[in-house]
């Protein structure tokens, strides 16, 4: 008999643009009051919060941190709810302390990042984000998820990677991989593949 194992994530993996993402968010923003939590390194204790999307200082231009999916990183969380950071003091920078918001101490809550353009050997691609819970997220993450599992990015497009991976593509980033931009699929654009790049149906041409 076969059993129905229920994934260790739920998530939805985007290209998209800020202009793609502000009226998507503001769907979910007018349903739950929200706060999206910096979740990268900073020196600053008080860790960068901002309470709509649209305040994000987010320029479409992805920072790179190893792997796609932690660019622009940012934790969802219902406003005013409590969340765990961590204090890390640099062994190489003496005297220097970082603070950083880990998932693994926050799995009540989403991960979010947005992707965006980045230089890969003089080439400008695209690389993508996500939205989704955490590795095996509590209850409470899984129903903070619901409304974006519901209504966030249906209406864009979804094509199919070389795994038939789906992937919501937003309106004006549809028409940045219609000018021929690789769009990067895999982890890593240092170790990307051409064959693994997302590519249009010839009907969307």
Not at 96 to 114: A, P, W
Request: proline share 6%.
């Amino acid at each position: 008999m076969n059993i129905r194992k229920e994934p260790i994530c739920l998530e939805k993996d985007i290209f998209t643009t800020r202009n793609d993402l502000l009226p998507e968010f503001r769907k979910i923003e007018n349903l739950i009051d929200l706060q999206y939590i910096f979740s990268d390194r900073t020196q600053d204790i008080n860790i960068p919060t901002y309470d709509h999307f649209g305040d994000i200082p987010l320029d479409d231009n992805a920072n790179m941190s190893g792997i796609y999916t932690m660019t622009n990183p940012y934790m969802i969380i219902p406003k005013g709810a409590t969340y765990h950071f961590s204090t890390i003091h640099r062994t190489d920078k003496p005297g220097v302390t970082e603070y950083k918001v880990e998932m693994n101490n926050n799995l009540e809550y989403l991960t979010c990042s947005f992707g965006g353009w980045y230089k890969h050997n003089d080439e400008l691609v695209y690389i993508a984000g996500l939205i989704g819970t955490f590795h095996n997220a509590t209850q409470n993450a899984k129903e903070l998820y619901k409304p974006f599992s519901r209504r966030f990015c249906n209406s864009f497009v979804t094509l199919k990677d070389w795994r038939d991976w789906p992937w919501k593509v937003g309106p004006e980033a549809l028409e940045i991989l219609r000018s021929g931009t690789r769009f990067i699929t895999d982890h890593s654009p240092a170790q990307s593949q051409h064959s693994h790049d997302l590519v249009l149906p010839p009907e969307l041409i």
